[in-house]
């Protein structure tokens, strides 16, 4: 890109200053009261009837490994339905957890941990993956993506954890993040930094399922996978390399249309860590256009990796640079409040976190093509949890000011970026704040002090 286009990139579009709208707190609702969290895990929690919502009751955020269940809770009635519950559960897995719904046909995927999980080998970011489980049968889990980790390995399997999975608009795809593991393995022994984080992605459509041979920690998948995006231990500075791909979603709700004017039926946009001219660590949105078939190799290496390397994406995959914005006063994307970028439904706009010129933590969009960021939220208070967008692309939804939050997001609208909050100032953060499908309602968690312990509760509140 020349130094033209970059500079453009750099540039912001102000919204209209921040007004407060004048409408009234909306009644919440708790939904949950057992002695226990109920953790919506910032993932796509409602059924495609907005009839239950699904979460897993961990300890913390850091504790699948330690999880047993995944299940969910009926709106109207409160009453709560175990999905799957492991049976062959141990402190150091194999661990379950970060429940997200298919948005056709309701099954729900989920983390899972290795079944053969030790106390020597516990659930870890590379020993994990995908399965999922259909509410009509529960407990009878199927498994997402294959893993192989003997070689010669499998083409369509992978050789380490996938992560937070989160289905396409039609059902059909699964987009996660991926650790390698035997890559991990090497930089324990080695101290080599080649444990690198990236994203994929897997389909029934392309040579699924895939078997593998039989291992202590090999199983198969009903889908073929792939890794979508390219790393490298030591990006070069001023380059748009990345050592580390993150916190993706897919891109509309059926793609998005390209600067050529084509439609682009899939890509994932992602945060990626690169290193500046100057050598410092930014991170910055991208995204990662995928094509028609992801069984080809590309011309980076193998899709399944060797020995040696990670897997590499398929032929036709490119990976773009959607931001530059080290020439800002605060450049890069912030990384605190932890966040996934967002895409509106119709793929026009992408959502994420960074600092405005006064060093509040605000909400960006920016194309999918690139171009332009434009600053939507102007919060006296710093946005405090992942944005998520209604149904309708027309507002978004997040936590400021410890208070369930909405702004409009419509560019042609007068009242563009004006905020309002939905839910009253609470000492306890409402977090992992998700939209329903029809738009009529919004689920959160908050902590409440119950039997003794602070514990994640889920309210409900109208938008």
């Known amino acids: 890109m020349n130094v033209f286009a970059r500079t453009l990139g750099t540039l912001f579009i102000a919204a209209l200053p921040l007004r407060a709208a004048p409408a009234a707190l909306k009644p919440e609702r708790q939904l949950t009261f057992e002695p226990r969290n109920h953790n919506l895990d910032n993932n796509d929690n409602f059924s495609p009837d907005d009839r239950w919502l699904a979460f897993d009751p961990r300890e913390d955020d850091t504790a ?190 059926d793609g998005y249309r390209r600067a050529d004017g084509a439609w682009q039926k899939r890509a994932r946009a992602f945060l990626g860590t690169l290193r500046t001219n100057g050598g410092r660590e930014l991170t910055e949105v991208f995204i990662a256009d995928l094509p028609e078939r992801i069984d080809v190799p590309g011309e980076t290496g193998p899709l399944e990796g060797t020995a040696t390397t990670m897997p590499q994406p398929p032929r036709g995959t490119t990976q773009r640079r959607l931001t530059f914005t080290e020439a800002r006063k605060f450049p890069g994307v912030v990384l605190e409040p932890r966040h996934w970028v967002r895409s509106s439904p119709d793929g026009t706009r992408i959502v994420f976190l960074a600092k405005d010129d006064a060093g509040v933590g605000q909400a960006f969009l920016v194309a999918p093509q690139g171009g332009e960021i434009t600053q939507v939220t102007h919060q006296t208070t710093p946005v405090q949890s992942c944005v998520r967008w209604s149904p309708d692309g027309k507002a978004l939804l997040y936590v400021s000011g410890n208070a369930v939050t909405v702004c409009d997001a419509t560019p042609t609208s007068p009242t563009f970026g004006v905020a309002r909050a939905l839910t009253t100032r609470s000492e306890q953060l409402p977090e992992n704040a998700v939209w329903s499908h029809s738009g009529n309602t919004i689920a959160f968690n908050r902590r409440v002090l119950t039997a003794g312990r602070w514990r994640q509760q889920i309210f409900l509140v109208e938008p």
């Open 64 to 253: 699948i490994g330690g999880n047993a269940i995944v299940a969910r809770v009926d709106l109207a009635t409160g009453k709560i339905t175990e999905l799957y519950r492991e049976p062959r559960a141990q402190p150091w897995g194999p661990g379950v957890g970060a429940a997200n719904i298919n948005p056709v046909d309701g099954s729900v995927a989920f983390i899972r941990g290795l079944a053969g999980a030790t106390a020597a080998r516990p659930y870890a970011m590379w020993r994990r993956g995908g399965v999922y489980v259909r509410p009509e049968k529960p407990d009878a889990i199927g498994f997402l993506d294959a893993r192989d980790v003997i070689a010669p390995f499998t083409p369509g399997a992978l050789r380490g954890g996938t992560h937070r999975h989160e289905w396409s608009g039609d059902g059909q795809w699964i987009g996660f993040t991926y650790n390698d593991a035997l890559l991990a393995e090497r930089e324990e022994r080695t101290g080599e930094k080649v444990n690198l984080r990236t994203i994929g992605v897997a389909t029934q459509r392309d040579r699924g399922p895939v078997r593998v041979p039989a291992g202590p920690e090999n199983n198969d998948g009903e889908m073929f996978a792939v890794v979508a995006v390219r790393v490298v231990p030591a990006p070069r500075p001023g380059s748009d390399e990345i050592s580390r791909a993150f916190a993706d979603a897919w891109v509309g709700r």
